[in-house]
């Protein structure tokens, strides 16, 4: 059974920093390509960003280029998430999720395996 489980959400003040890791097990995480979602309340979920295979190409949503980082540790079944220079309309539920289609993915529907979100409160 695949299973994907965040942590590290948390509450923060505006400019504030947050590190986001999501375990992945029952799959073979270097296989995976690894996104990260979010979700604030009455909006669609959106793409943030999304790392290949290795961890040698990534792709960052325009709002989060340059404050958000991903990466991943293969031989810890890990991907991570570092936030930086947060911001209220950062707020949101994060989501990291899996596919296997071999690029970076960033459509909900190119994903196959969802954790089940850590929180992110950012307060001006």
């Known amino acids: 059974q695949v299973q994907l489980v965040e942590s590290g959400g948390g509450s923060v003040q505006a400019g504030g920093s947050l590190r986001l890791s999501c375990v992945g097990s029952?799959?073979?995480?270097?296989?995976?390509?690894m996104g990260w979602f979010r979700q604030a309340p009455g909006k669609e979920r959106e793409f943030v960003t999304a790392?290949?295979?290795?961890?040698?190409?990534?792709y960052y949503t325009d709002s989060v280029q340059g404050r958000f980082t991903i990466s991943r540790d293969n031989a810890e079944n890990t991907v991570y998430l570092q936030m930086n220079t947060l911001n209220p309309e950062d707020t949101a539920v994060y989501y990291c999720?899996?596919?296997?289609?071999?690029?970076?993915?960033?459509?909900?529907?190119?994903?196959?395996?969802w954790g089940q979100g850590t929180q992110v409160t950012v307060s001006s």
């Open positions: 999720a899996a596919h296997l289609r071999g690029f970076i993915a960033v459509l909900t529907t190119e994903y196959t395996h």
């Open positions: 029952g799959l073979s995480f270097s296989k995976y390509g």
């Open positions: 790392i290949d295979t290795s961890g040698r190409s990534t």
